[in-house]
């Protein structure tokens, strides 16, 4: 038996594991078409970057019989994921959702003055956009970019120039919305909608007056996203990522989707033409892009069909302007989002901005969103002539264009930009402010387990640690200056550092906890990461595990640790939980028979995090709250609403709740802080 499970494979079961919150009957129906579209943007990225990388191994010659033997076991698991998707849709959430009122009308079920306000609508707001392509000797095959829209329309006949036309190309530009509000609604509570495809589908006749229309069907290409850069050879990183974006939207096909009713000769065609063979080859039902349809979410106003809102917690920190300053020097604080509120990061900064004691801020951004208030706030502090550094991760993936924008924008406002250090992403979440007071120079720290992105601090969990704890301060300060100056590893003193200390320091850590239970002492780890994936870890947990260490394990997504093995890991179990959040927060518990440590931390346990980035682990020392921490990581433990549980083959097994003392962590977290029901 290997040691270890399939990456790939762990990856396509956490997929399914957020599938099956669209089929939980108990979920609100938008948020279950939400979980639905999520599964299928999931799976896109999985092929543009997992699969791309697998194939593009093949090619080369590397390790071919096994990558081909991986490769057939994904595509048997994809099968499955992408049938379930379907089925789901189809059979479950869009038949639902007619009853509720809200219908995502098939063409055959039109009725007459939807098909006359289509039929307009067609020709005056759709049609104009479009480039139908023919094609023959002079039209070669068009371009299709990475995952648009696209029709293969079959006809007969000749054409104004007296040809033979058998095969178009019908190209939907991304502009053109992808679901259309229908008409004329007869109740109130009544909403009609039809997607783009069925439409182009329906009139695409009009599109070739004088042939006949045999068939069309849309199709849809995935494409190698992964961008490539050689950074040594590189004069500017910003400059060669910038030529890079513009061919990312062409790279190396990867999988062709294509309607299921599309004739096998035009599917053989298309194959032929992306250099796909039958196993790239994915024949679904309508629509071929199933993650199109959350729009639909956003254009519903159905409240009820929704999660109840919620109003994150502001209680940990009513502080505002130089207040804040003040509490901090009184103690710590750590914020749990989405459940408190992101502001009090946005106030410090801001704050920081316009404080004239204030003489610098530097941080690292990674993924910070459009329109970012965190940029606004390091644009104003350059502006007011502070000293501003900020550390941003170009490679950021599908982030890069934006984080250029970002780049530059700071630039021109005078700040210090760097992008991080060559070979290395820079990961860690960490922000300095180093004001001047009446005793000296204080430094101001914020380290977070996740992105300054306000958007995803109010869907994912994360963790963030508000300090002015001198030590950790002059070890933030020690990173940054090896960020900017490039100088050798600072020796910290509170903080672990990838690529230097954190791997060899978890691995004492695992050691210890071995040792104490080896000699009757009190031991056990509790870890809760989004991935489980580096050998020597593992390694270091199954020899752990055979010590007697008891080891609770929280992973959401790939886990590659194979749990209660008999004689490998009989003393670890593994759960992984889904729920309105996205579980984000990388959190480390060691016993240490009874002067137990808490970790959070940027990095999951996976190669890339521990020594192909720049990723930080900081300690809570405060006592309350470290308590808080442990007692969020047992009730983590105790859910039985939103958790799976894993065996050692890598299947997963849902909980049922324990009626009428079901345990839903994120709705107990939310009832804590907000004052709000998780429903």
């Known amino acids: 038996m290997n040691r270890f499970l399939d990456r790939e494979l762990s990856a396509l079961a956490f997929n399914s594991r957020v599938l099956a919150q669209a089929a939980d009957a108990g979920l609100p ?9 999520i599964s299928s943007a999931n799976l896109d990225e999985f092929f543009e970057i997992r699969v791309a990388g697998l194939q593009q191994q093949r090619a080369t010659g590397d390790a071919g019989n096994v990558i081909g033997g991986q490769l057939a076991a994904i ?8 049938a379930a998707q379907y089925r789901c849709l189809i059979v479950d959430v869009l038949p639902q959702l007619r009853l509720a009122g809200v219908d995502l009308v098939a063409e055959r079920d039109w009725r007459p003055h939807e098909i006359s306000w289509l039929a307009e609508h067609f020709k005056t707001e759709i049609e104009p956009a479009l480039s139908p392509m023919a094609l023959d000797p002079a039209r070669p095959f068009p371009r299709i ?6 029709f293969v329309v079959r006809l007969s006949g000749q054409g104004g120039f007296g040809r033979d036309v058998s095969l178009a190309i019908v190209q939907a530009p991304r502009s053109l919305p992808r679901i259309l509000p229908l008409p004329g609604a007869a109740d109130e509570r009544e909403r009609r909608y039809a997607m783009l495809s069925s439409i182009m589908e329906t009139f695409a006749d009009t599109l070739f007056p004088g042939l006949k229309l045999l068939s069309c069907h849309a199709f849809r290409l995935t494409r190698n996203s992964d961008l490539y850069v050689d950074e040594e050879e590189a004069d500017d990183l910003k400059d060669a990522l910038q030529g890079e974006l513009a061919q990312r939207r062409y790279g190396a096909a990867v999988r062709l ?9 035009v599917v053989a065609r298309l194959a032929e033409e992306f250099a796909l063979g039958e196993s790239e080859i994915f024949r679904v039902p309508e629509p071929v892009n199933l993650n199109r349809l959350s729009a639909l979410y956003g254009m519903v106003d159905r409240p009820d069909l929704k999660y109840r809102p919620f109003v994150p917690s502001n209680h940990a920190v009513p502080e505002r302007g130089s207040e804040l300053f003040a509490r901090l020097r009184r103690g710590d604080v750590l914020l749990h989002h989405p459940y408190q509120s992101f502001a009090p990061v946005l106030e410090l900064l801001n704050t920081a901005a316009h404080d004239p004691n204030v003489l610098a801020i530097k941080q690292t951004l990674y993924r910070t969103g459009d329109d970012s208030p965190v940029a606004e706030a390091l644009l104003a502090a350059a502006l007011a002539g502070k000293d501003v550094t900020a550390v941003i991760e170009l490679r950021a993936r599908f982030d890069e264009e934006a984080n250029i924008e970002l780049s530059s924008r700071l630039q021109e406002g005078g700040a210090h930009v760097l992008y991080g250090v060559v070979g290395f992403k820079t990961h860690a979440k960490m922000t300095l402010i180093v004001r001047r007071e009446p005793d000296g120079i204080r430094r101001y720290c914020h380290l977070g387990t996740g992105n300054y992105h306000p958007g995803t601090a109010r869907g994912y969990t994360d963790y963030g640690l508000l300090t002015a704890d001198p030590v950790i301060g002059q070890d933030v300060h020690e990173i940054f200056l090896q960020l900017t100056s490039l100088a050798r ?22 050691e210890r906890e071995a040792d104490h239970a080896r000699n009757g002492r009190s031991a056990h780890i509790v870890a809760k990461l989004n991935a489980l994936v580096e050998p020597g870890i593992i390694a270091a947990l199954y020899d752990a595990s055979a010590a007697g260490v008891q080891i609770d394990l929280i992973v959401r997504g790939i886990c590659c640790l194979r749990p209660q093995v008999p004689g490998l890991s009989d003393n670890i179990r593994v759960r992984s939980i889904i729920g309105r959040f996205l579980e984000h927060s990388r959190v480390f ?12 931390s940027s990095a999951d346990w996976m190669e890339r995090n521990f020594f192909r980035r720049i990723e930080v682990a900081f300690p809570i020392l405060d006592r309350e709250l470290h308590d808080r921490v442990v007692e969020d990581l047992a009730m983590a433990l105790r859910d039985d609403c939103g958790a799976w549980i894993m065996d050692g083959d890598g299947r997963y097994f849902r909980m049922t709740p324990n009626d009428p003392e079901r345990f839903d962590f994120q709705a107990e977290l939310l009832a804590l802080h907000s004052g709000v029901s998780g429903g």
């Open 257 to 265: 989707e294509v309607q299921d009713t599309c004739p096998p000769d």
């Open 489 to 510: 590893a600072p020796r910290l003193q509170r903080l672990l550092q990838a690529p230097f200390s954190l791997h060899a320091t978890l691995l004492a850590k695992i």
């Open 589 to 600: 518990r060691f016993a240490n028979n009874g002067d137990d440590e808490v970790w959070c």
């Open 145 to 150: 970019q990475n995952k648009s829209l696209n």
């Open 29 to 37: 129906l938008l948020e279950r078409l939400k979980f639905l579209c």
């Open 75 to 82: 595509r048997t698991a994809a099968l499955e994921l992408v």
